[in-house]
């Protein structure tokens, strides 16, 4: 370098006047733009050298099918244009972030949790114990597009929830969502069931070491409903569904929560005859009835209307999240009808679109809490929107699938057995539900 620099050996040192500095500056600018461009050309060199290595890396990976998988991630588009319910701030640096846009990205650290350690795994979710042969779908994570999600910490959760009840109101998938909390929590304290019903549908537990209760309320419509089916679902009788009045097992206990996520969904489809104002009002799906058909979405709305005005006008200032409907990924059929769901890897971005039945779910869900916020804003209550639509439609790779059921093909390889592609295994995708969880409620008690 300093050889290249030196100029007592050039032609320009024979030229003696006073124009000499001029030449001499400029030999020096035309060096020095020659090393720039040098290391230009090297560094690009190197660079282009460092992406071929890493896609050769990549394919080697997908192809030989050793550890997790790793395709590329898909993208979701903003959610809307007009309306942002789920901009919060990210605990670690305070910037603006829409949690619920972003991607799955592979997670080789896998789920904080096991199968076999955690003891509140209901047996149909329970994807590992019961012979689910692929392991891929445990490591993946939910990662927004503008900032990084911290893991849920149950440490520090369970500080935060010091002499507080938390509950998750709604149907089975509220109860999968609870017991993905359990299995977190137990890494800290094991939890202490201390009350449950007649069908273990509702349950009650508490962390002696906090004075924290935690409860799931089983009410799949979060209104009065008289439901005729048995616990293998098949029904004898309409459900009545009373579109004006609440289900009292959750409103009567609404006082002691100081946390609550509430939940409607796919209940809603079902066969029903709607009553309002002490009469019937129509039903949804109920050919030969003579009766007006009001569709599930009138009944949807009804609901969340009677729901979200009720924790808005109440002097118990709850912290409320609405946790938006849940997409399942049957395939081929529905649940009763052949239905499966044997995909193994998160879907990319184009790859899936959400079904209608969905999108109108979850519009009316946007829509009321919509309304709801600013109600609740001037009474004080803290409304937020589990927005898990849209990141949930990414996986269905997370069900159990034909495992639901212990072994199933252990005796007979091509036994047909029925699909469950509407809950989620413990561990699996529902667990980044709880890391979001925590986030917004560490952004509202930090205002």
Not at 28 to 57: C, K, P, W, Y
Request: some cysteine; aromatic content about 12%.
């Amino acid at each position: 370098m300093v050889k290249e620099m030196r100029f007592d050996s050039n032609p320009l040192s024979l030229y003696k006047n006073k124009h000499n500095h001029v030449f001499v500056k400029f030999a020096v600018s035309f060096v020095l733009l020659g090393l720039a461009f040098r290391l230009f050309v090297s560094d690009s060199i190197r660079f282009s050298s460092v992406n071929f290595e890493s896609q050769q890396t990549q394919i080697h990976v997908e192809e030989t099918n050793t550890g997790p998988p790793v395709p590329s991630p898909p993208t979701i588009k903003p959610l809307s244009a007009d309306f942002h319910p789920n901009e919060t701030h990210i605990s670690s640096n305070q910037e603006k972030c829409d949690l619920f846009t972003g991607e799955w990205i592979p997670d080789p650290s896998g789920p904080i949790y096991g199968n076999v350690t955690c003891h509140a795994i209901e047996g149909h979710q329970n994807c590992m114990r019961n012979g689910r042969p692929d392991s891929g779908y445990l490591y993946w994570r939910w990662n927004p597009r503008d900032c990084e999600l911290p893991r849920f910490n149950p440490e520090r959760f369970l500080n935060f929830m010091r002499n507080k009840w938390w509950a998750f109101i709604g149907d089975s998938i509220s109860r999968n969502h609870v017991q993905s909390l359990l299995c977190i929590l137990s890494q800290v304290e094991q939890a202490v069931e201390v009350y449950h019903d007649e069908e273990y549908r509702s349950k009650r537990w508490q962390f002696p070491s906090y004075n924290f209760t935690l409860s799931v309320v089983w009410t799949p419509f979060l209104l009065k409903a008289e439901v005729f089916e048995d616990i293998n679902g098949v029904s004898s009788s309409e459900i009545r569904l009373y579109l004006d009045e609440l289900d009292t097992k959750w409103t009567e206990q609404y006082k002691n929560f100081d946390y609550v996520v509430i939940a409607g969904g796919k209940w809603f489809l079902k066969t029903a005859i709607y009553h309002e104002n002490n009469t019937v009002k129509g039903c949804h799906y109920c050919p030969g009835k003579n009766l007006t058909e009001l569709g599930f979405d009138y009944a949807y709305r009804k609901a969340l209307q009677l729901v979200l005005s009720f924790v808005t006008r109440l002097d118990r200032k709850a912290f409320v999240f609405l946790r938006t409907t849940t997409p399942d990924h049957f395939e081929n059929g529905e649940w009763f009808s052949g239905g499966t769901c044997n995909r193994s890897v998160p879907f990319k971005e184009g790859e899936v679109e959400m079904r209608d039945i969905d999108g109108i779910m979850r519009d009316i869900e946007l829509e009321e809490f919509g309304k709801a916020t600013g109600i609740g804003a001037e009474k004080g209550v803290t409304l937020k929107l589990l927005d898990t639509t849209s990141l949930s439609l990414l996986r269905p790779d997370g069900h159990p699938g034909p495992y639901r059921q212990f072994q199933p093909f252990a005796k007979d390889k091509n036994a047909k057995v029925q699909n469950d592609c509407l809950h989620w295994c413990l561990p699996g995708p529902i667990d980044s539900w709880n890391d979001l969880l925590m986030e917004m409620m560490v952004d509202g008690i930090n205002g």
